[in-house]
C-alpha cells in the first residue's frame, strides 16, 4: 500500500528565505507526482506535477525534483513571500490509480 | 469558468439525517473525484466518475455513503444516516481524461468543499 509521508508538517521562515519542502513515498512505482497547495477553507490548487519519467519540473519560482528510485520529491520555493503561506501537499499516482496524498506541510512565511 | 462549484458550503446536521453534497465539475470535464479531508486521516480518496460511471468505490467507507453522476454537469454524495465522525471536508474535483481511460493523466481540479459537522 503506498504511502506518502512530508516532513515538516509546519514551517516557519522569514520573507526572503529559500526553502525546500519534501516528501516520500514508499512505492517507487508512480506513475506521477503533483505538488498542491491549499488555503485555509478552500480547496487544493494544482501547482506542478511530474511525470514518471521526468526529474524536474519548473513555475516561476517553484522548482519540483523527483527520484523515484529512492521516493522522494522535494518543492524548492525561491525567495519566498508572505502570499506564499499555506498549506503543501504532494500525491502520487500509482499502479492503483489513485492518487495518494500526504498530510502536507503548513508554510508561514513571516513579513 | 467558474470552476468545480459545490453546494454546500457549510452543513451541520445531528446525528442520524440524511445529508446531501453536490458537485458540478467543470464544464467538459469527463472525470470526477470525491475526496475527505480530516486533521487525523489527510484526504482521502472516497470514489471517482468517468463519463458519469463509478470507476473506483473502495474508498466509500460504509453502505451509508453513496454517490450519483445522473449526468456530466452534476454528482452527489449522499450519507444516511449520518454519524459525527463523519464530520469532514468533503471536496469535489473533476480532471479531462485525454489519455484514453487513464483518467489521472491531467490535473485535477478541485472545488471549495463542504465542511460536514455531525452533532
Known amino acids: 500500500k503506498q504511502e506518502v509521508t512530508q516532513i515538516p508538517a509546519a514551517l516557519s521562515v522569514p520573507e526572503g528565505e529559500n526553502l525546500v519542502l519534501n516528501c516520500s513515498f514508499t512505492d517507487s512505482a508512480i506513475y506521477n507526482l503533483q505538488w498542491f497547495r491549499q488555503d485555509p477553507g478552500k480547496g487544493l490548487t494544482s501547482l506542478l506535477l511530474?511525470?514518471?519519467?521526468?526529474r524536474e519540473q519548473t513555475s516561476g519560482r517553484l522548482n519540483a525534483s523527483l527520484d523515484k528510485s529512492s521516493g522522494r520529491s522535494t518543492l524548492y520555493i525561491a525567495a519566498s513571500q508572505p502570499g506564499d503561506s499555506a498549506t503543501y501537499l504532494c500525491a502520487v499516482k500509482g499502479g492503483s490509480e489513485k492518487l495518494v496524498f500526504g498530510k502536507g506541510t503548513k508554510l508561514t512565511v513571516n513579513p | 469558468d467558474a470552476g468545480v462549484i459545490q453546494s454546500p458550503r457549510h452543513e451541520v446536521t445531528e446525528m442520524g439525517q440524511e445529508v446531501t453534497l453536490r458537485c458540478k465539475p467543470i464544464?467538459?470535464?469527463?472525470?470526477l473525484f470525491w475526496y475527505r479531508q480530516t486533521m487525523m486521516r489527510g484526504l482521502e480518496l472516497l470514489i471517482y466518475f468517468n463519463n458519469n460511471v463509478p470507476i473506483d468505490d473502495s474508498g466509500m467507507p460504509e453502505d451509508r455513503f453513496s454517490a450519483k453522476m445522473p449526468n456530466a454537469s452534476f454528482s452527489t454524495l449522499k450519507i444516511q444516516p449520518s454519524e459525527p465522525r463523519d464530520s469532514a471536508v468533503y471536496f469535489c474535483?473533476?480532471?479531462?481524461?485525454?489519455?484514453?481511460?487513464?483518467?489521472?493523466?491531467?490535473?485535477?481540479?478541485f472545488g471549495p468543499g463542504t465542511r460536514l459537522t455531525v452533532l
Open positions: 511530474i511525470q514518471s519519467s521526468q
Open positions: 464544464s467538459g470535464h469527463n472525470s
Open positions: 474535483a473533476s480532471s479531462s481524461n485525454r489519455g484514453g481511460g487513464r483518467a489521472w493523466v491531467d490535473t485535477q481540479y
